[in-house]
């Protein structure tokens, strides 16, 4: 019988020098998408998935985000004394439960493999969730749930996978599949950032994963993959042979947060989703767009 998956990591050690100088003084990871922080939108999304225990690897100058997740009795009782009930119920559903987050510090950057690493002790031999803040994901039934309900039927170890074009593929984890079966396919291999060209598909791992512990074995070894960090890749990719990894196409339209071109991009879908902020927004973009072509 395969074990539910309850716990899940999230990495959130990096310094996000994309963003400098905003992130100088506040993480990534709180910068906000239309008007709740990136962090959030990958606990809503695990929480939807049934997440009970949220594990996250940190670094030095992380406490706004650690800050983030308690009570603020103060803005609570302003609220409830200006009647604002409604922002009071939001307030109060950004609070996590006393022992529901544990944090563990990355104390240098050697790699996303390595940041999961740092979590084993609090996993011990359970499945368990991997979600990178970086990449939103807009569906209508969650990424990480839909990951869930077809792990549940094929097990092992599950990636979230993308159609990209080809020439994009070196900039991702690619999957060598064995077999498509549609949404779920089957990998015999995986290749990190593959040089131009030599792609084994177009098929690019998301950050989202569903990992079995022998996973976190894989990577006690510490192997040096591409840029000389340690690869979350490449320990997925040695169950390969066991035929225990499959990616999953999943339905719904992925933003790369981690650039400022995505982030941008993220902020106007998001945005136009709203419906409070849709016309005005709606209406402001299509002037944007005219003006270019008025002065033509």
């Known amino acids: 019988m395969k074990k539910k998956v309850t716990k899940a990591v999230f990495p959130v050690a990096g ?32 929480r939807a998935a049934g997440i009970k225990e949220f594990i996250f690897v940190t670094s030095r100058g992380k406490s706004a985000l650690e800050d983030y997740f308690d009570d603020a009795p103060e803005l609570e009782t302003a609220l409830k004394k200006k009647g604002k009930m409604d922002l009071l119920d939001e307030l109060r559903s950004t609070n996590m439960d006393s022992g529901a987050i544990a ?6 950057p050697q790699g996303l ?22 990449d939103v994901i807009a569906a209508e039934k969650p990424c990480l749930q839909q990951m869930v309900e077809a792990y549940a039927e094929v097990g092992g170890n599950m990636v979230a996978a993308m159609e990209v074009p080809p ?15 549609g949404s779920v396919v089957q990998v015999k291999g995986m290749v990190e950032k593959p040089a131009a060209g030599t792609a084994p598909s177009n098929l690019a791992v998301i950050g989202r994963y569903i990992l079995s512990p022998k ?4 990577l006690n070894r510490m192997k040096q993959g591409a840029g000389g960090e340690i690869q979350l890749t490449d320990a997925i990719a040695e169950e390969t042979e066991t035929g225990n990894v499959h990616g999953f196409r999943f339905r719904g339209q992925r933003y790369d947060c981690g650039s400022k071109a995505g982030f941008l991009q993220a902020t106007v879908a998001f945005g136009l989703a709203r419906a409070e902020l849709h016309d005005e927004l709606a209406e402001f973009l299509t002037h944007m767009v005219a003006l270019p072509k008025a002065a033509q």
């Open 215 to 218: 996973v976190l074995q894989n």
């Open 167 to 181: 020439e994009k593929a070196s900039a991702y984890g690619v999957l060598d599949v064995a077999q498509d079966m």
């Open 113 to 134: 493999g390595h940041a999961v690493w740092c979590a084993r002790r609090l996993i011990g031999d359970e499945p368990f969730a991997v979600l990178l803040p970086d």
């Open 103 to 108: 944090y563990v510090r990355q104390n240098r």
């Open 15 to 46: 310094l996000g020098t994309r963003f400098l100088p905003a992130t100088k003084s506040i993480p990534k990871e709180i910068m906000t998408l239309v008007d709740r922080p990136l962090i959030q939108y990958a606990i809503d999304e695990a």
